[in-house]
């Protein structure tokens, strides 16, 4: 990315008169990020290095946990990808290369808060607890993408991109209203990409969440991708800088570093819960894989690119901080590893036996009570449905 900073920032210089405030962010956004603002704990050798601002005590077993839940959620992801290339399953958004972003974020929550992803979270799903085979029902197409969003609070996948950022800030709101804020008060984290800080839904997110002091994290996973459009396309500044202008604060994480993202997390998640209002994070990591099974990234970036995040791969670093630190006998890799084959396995086993639902289920939940209209296209589709039964008996 340093390079592309380093572009930035000329083709920023080479515009001219854009004025002092865009060339002083074009300076910033020329210094490698690993050097200047970004929060890291956890380097990609695996060696812990402390931050004033980040303290992060963590025991053996809750480093011991996270590497759990990364492999974990990695294996859920090769297997639904797997399941998508047998027909299986209609398409699928891999989180490849994002699995410190969220299982580090995931983990900062607690059981109040709630949770509003985009279509790749499948990391945040597994630590708010939510069964994944509900992540490939969707995906299979025989759901209405649909899970009761209170039992976890981890809300509904949303494809129309950034709009999620918006209801969480109602929620938030609404937090606010209740009376939720404060000690021991509830909050809101938001999940969405690089390429929805150009939505006009996250920037309305932003101003209606600092006005009114929102409780309420946005938690944008820069993968520097929006499917072909790279990061230059969507800013010339630092996303994380994109905050200061609306009025609140906001802060770069090593995106591929779990504790870092933990810790980042947890202290947003605090301020909000506090009454401090809202935190833009900005996870720099990367989408390792395809933008979604649909898509073949071969056609418009560079696999040099892809080798150098390798480098970054935010699963072996933790493997190294534990052999490193002598916290883990080698075995526990290996238990790590079958659990992983085995989760894997029940989601291959349930997604080939899901049943396919009912045609006429489609009318049911559109409304809280059913209207007369949506009973009268039922009726109608029911009737349509019973024209091919005598058609099948003549067969
Ligand atoms: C409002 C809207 N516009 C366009 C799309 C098509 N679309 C789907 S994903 C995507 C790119 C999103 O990129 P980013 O926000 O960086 O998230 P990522 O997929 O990288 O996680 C686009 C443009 C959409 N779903 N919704
Ligand atoms: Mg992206």
């Not at 976890?152 to 950034?162: A, D, K, M, P, W």
């Not at 883990?328 to 049943?355: I, L």
Request: hydrophobic content about 40%.
């Amino acid at each position: 990315m340093a390079v592309k900073d380093a572009g930035q920032a000329a083709s920023s210089q080479s515009r001219g008169a854009r004025g002092r405030a865009s060339r002083s962010a074009a300076a910033v956004a020329d210094r490698p990020p690993e050097q200047a603002e970004l929060v890291q704990l956890l380097t990609p050798e695996g060696e812990r290095v402390k931050h004033p601002d980040y303290p992060l005590d963590i025991t053996a077993a809750e480093v011991k946990g996270l590497y759990r839940d990364l492999v974990i959620v990695r294996r859920i992801d090769f297997e639904a990808i797997a399941l998508q290339r047998q027909g299986e399953l209609g398409i699928w958004a891999s989180l490849l290369g994002q699995e410190a972003a969220q299982v580090g974020s995931g983990r900062a929550l607690g059981p109040r808060d709630m949770a509003f992803p985009t279509y790749r979270e499948h990391g945040v799903a597994w630590c708010r607890g939510l069964d994944p085979m509900k992540l490939l029902e969707l995906f299979r197409g025989v759901s209405h993408g649909g899970w009761d969003p209170t039992e976890h609070n981890f809300h509904l996948y949303t494809i129309v991109i950034g709009s999620q950022t918006l209801h969480a800030t109602g929620y938030a709101m609404g937090i606010q209203r209740d009376g939720a804020v404060g000690e021991d008060g509830e909050a809101v984290i938001v999940y969405f990409g690089d390429g929805a800080t150009s939505q006009g839904d996250v920037n309305e997110a932003f101003i209606y969440a600092s006005v009114n002091n929102a409780p309420v994290v946005f938690f944008c996973q820069n993968n520097q991708w929006a499917i072909s459009e790279p990061l230059e396309r969507q800013s010339r500044v630092p996303l994380y800088q994109r905050a200061s202008g609306f009025g609140f604060p906001g802060v770069r994480v090593d995106g591929n570093d779990v504790f870092a993202c933990l810790a980042v997390t947890r202290k947003a998640m605090q301020a909000a819960r506090e009454g401090q209002g809202p935190t833009l994070i900005e996870a720099y990591t990367y989408r390792m894989g395809a933008h979604t099974t649909t898509d073949d990234p071969t056609r418009y970036r560079l696999s040099a690119e892809l080798e150098a995040w390798k480098l970054k791969d935010p699963i072996e670093r933790v493997k190294q901080y534990l052999i490193r630190t002598e916290q883990v006998e080698m075995s526990f890799f290996d238990e790590v590893d079958a659990e992983a084959a085995e989760v894997g396995g029940q989601v291959r086993a349930a997604c080939q036996t899901m049943p396919d639902p009912l045609p006429e289920s489609m009318f049911d939940d559109v409304y809280t009570s059913r209207t007369a209209q949506n009973a009268a296209e039922r009726a109608e589709f029911d009737a349509y449905l019973d024209s091919f039964v005598g058609e099948e008996a003549a067969r």
